[in-house]
């Protein structure tokens, strides 16, 4: 039953969830609304139909995006956490503390596809500590956000 234990959340850690069963479908979405809702290219999500959802820690906030569709964040930091359609609800893929185990396997809403998305494995790419100009802030930076798995409280009294 471990592998079926998923814990997540927000980049703050006011929000964390625990999902018990089988993920559903992983997708990726181009739709304007998920590129909304995401701020990004595309929102990959997958399905929680069928498994226990309990929120572990604060309430997600929710947008009506449409007469169907609600949208799930995080109050706090903005984080987006679920498509909760009349067919179920879908989490967002880079909330989960581990999500390198959850690869989509099919494509939606194309017909909105960014014209360049594809073409962004092409980019070059380069390390973060690549940055030259950057290194010297980035030798410092201390992150204030939750780490990937649960904890008792957060944020640490040191911050």
Not at 19 to 26: F, I, N, P, W
Not at 69 to 81: A, E, I, K, M, Q
Not at 82 to 95: Q, S
Request: hydrophobic share 35%; charged share 25%; with cysteine.
């Amino acid at each position: 039953m471990a592998d079926d234990i998923h814990t997540g959340g927000c980049q703050c850690g006011a929000v964390r969830f625990r999902v018990e069963g089988k993920l559903g479908d992983a997708s990726v979405c181009h739709c304007r609304m998920c590129q909304k809702a995401s701020g990004n290219f595309y929102l990959p999500l997958v399905s929680v139909r069928g498994a226990k959802v309990t929120w572990t820690r604060g309430e997600r906030k929710r947008f009506q995006s449409s007469n169907a569709v609600w949208r799930g964040f995080c109050g706090d930091c903005g984080t987006p956490l679920t498509y909760e359609a009349p067919d179920g609800m879908a989490l967002a893929i880079a909330a989960f503390d581990r999500p390198e185990g959850i690869a989509p396997t099919i494509q939606w809403g194309i017909e909105a596809k960014l014209p360049y998305v594809d073409r962004v494995p092409e980019l070059p790419g380069e390390d973060t500590m690549t940055d030259v100009d950057a290194t010297s802030f980035l030798a410092h930076l201390v992150s204030y956000q939750h780490p990937d798995h649960d904890t008792e409280t957060w944020p640490p009294e040191e911050r």
